[in-house]
């Protein structure tokens, strides 16, 4: 009986350590993802379709820029463009073209008009805290933010231009 007793407290002291010992957001060890990481996931699972270029184009995208050094080629589905912030519809899917002529996803944009594109005003809440870093272009009068989802960007994920595409 008194075997039994010390054997549970080990079990629940081991069992303590193994759940509370986890959670640690030391970055060396097993960090804990913040919230715009998380949105960041659930956004690659939402777009992951779009690798393959012919589900862009069926879904009507048009290149509204043509080839943007360390961009690519932006392509807009013009019926998702308003005011609004969808985590899971950004209006534009970035592409660049690869060695055998394809077009490759790496990115997506998302673009979004203000009430008064002359006095736009704060930027749009998008992901969750201050990670995200919006540009309001003037020349189209709207709101923009880039996530390089695919292809790493050693500028941060959300910087607009991304050096590892070339000029």
């Known amino acids: 009986m008194k075997k039994s007793k010390y054997l549970n407290g080990i079990t629940a002291l081991v069992l303590t350590v193994l759940i509370f010992g986890c959670e640690s957001d030391d970055s060396d060890n097993n ?3 913040e919230a715009w990481e998380l949105e960041v996931e659930q956004l690659k699972s939402e777009t992951l379709q779009f690798m393959d270029f012919s589900v862009a184009e069926n879904e009507g995208r048009i290149d509204v820029s043509g080839y943007v050094p360390n961009m690519g080629h932006h392509y807009l589905n013009p019926a998702l463009v308003d005011g609004t912030f969808e985590l899971d519809k950004p209006e534009i899917i970035l592409y660049v073209p690869d060695q055998n002529g394809g077009m490759q996803m790496v990115a997506v944009e998302y673009a979004i008009i203000p009430e008064n594109p002359d006095n736009p005003g704060n930027p749009p809440e998008g992901f969750t805290g201050d990670q995200d870093v ?13 996530v390089w989802t695919i292809l ?3 500028d941060g994920i959300f910087a607009p231009f991304n050096p590892a595409i070339g000029d």
Do not use: R
């Open 134 to 146: 919006w540009h309001f272009n003037e020349m189209v009068g709207q709101w923009q933010l880039h």
């Open 31 to 33: 960090p804990v993802a």
């Open 152 to 154: 790493e960007n050693p």
